[in-house]
């Protein structure tokens, strides 16, 4: 394995395959943190206001898709007076690299972060080998 | 100072803002706004704020002197030992944004929740502000 490879392990791809359903709805690509520890690979990403029931994530071998849509922020009858906060979707895509175990994805939402814990297949964990 | 958005009863434009966010011109440490909505109902009126990464713990709101100011900072999760960073995104900075309240709020009644990333400010009128139907006898 080169020593380069390792960077390039999780990278973001485009959304050109993401399809928009809701005209008035954006969707926009969420801010992640990606990290490796020993035992596994950790996403964490924002993901305020989105509708706990639409969060999807799925994962094959080669990549993990996480999308979400923002539920509606303010009653029918309420007027609104001032608006920053985009009406939207999330979506974001995640190449993996091999050596993952995707079938043991976990992720919780906490505080309108997504966090996403990819565990290492066994081979691939970390081991320190004592010298004797 | 914090960003203030001018206008009365409540923000008037988005045109005030521009230029303002993301700026605070006392500190040395930056302060970031973060992006709200303002509605009126008939007995209040809400603003939401998207705070993703911050608990309630870390965050503030008070009334000074007409001003409902809301502060917070969101605090690094703190990475487990022996790890590598492959992409880091989400800021932890502190945030800070002012607003300037109607005269009809009745400050003392002023609620918030934080949930999933989003804060809800409840800001009720006080009640010889709320609407009133006169009967015609």
Do not use: C, W
């Amino acid at each position: 394995m080169t020593k380069n490879n390792n960077s390039a392990l999780i990278r973001r791809d485009n959304n050109s395959l993401a399809r928009r359903i809701d005209p008035t709805e954006k969707r926009v690509t969420p801010a992640a943190d990606v990290f490796e520890t020993p035992e596994a690979f950790v996403l964490r990403v924002d993901m305020p206001g989105v509708d706990r029931d639409s969060i999807r994530v799925t994962a094959d071998s080669a990549r993990l898709e996480i999308s979400g849509k923002a539920g509606t922020l303010h009653a029918d009858t309420a007027n609104v007076l001032f608006t920053e906060i985009v009406k939207k979707s999330y979506y974001r895509v995640f190449n993996l690299t091999s050596g993952l175990a995707a079938d043991r994805v976990e992720a919780e939402f906490e505080n309108g972060v997504l966090i996403v814990v990819i565990p290492k297949s066994e081979q691939r964990k970390t081991k320190t080998i004592p010298i004797r | 100072m914090f960003v203030r958005i001018s206008g009365s009863p409540f923000f008037d434009t988005m045109r005030s803002l521009e230029g303002s966010v993301n700026r605070d011109a006392d500190s040395s440490s930056r302060k970031s706004a973060f992006p709200v909505d303002v509605t009126e109902s008939e007995n209040h009126f809400e603003l939401v704020a998207e705070l993703p990464g911050i608990t309630k713990e870390d965050m503030s709101i008070s009334v000074e002197n007409g001003m409902l100011i809301v502060r917070g900072e969101r605090k690094h999760y703190g990475f487990p030992e022996g790890t590598k960073v492959l992409r880091h995104e989400t800021r932890t900075n502190p945030i800070a944004r002012s607003f300037e309240l109607p005269e009809e709020v009745d400050a003392g009644r002023i609620a918030a929740e934080l949930k999933d990333g989003i804060l809800r400010i409840q800001l009720p009128k006080a009640e010889q502000a709320r609407p009133r139907e006169i009967k015609i006898r």
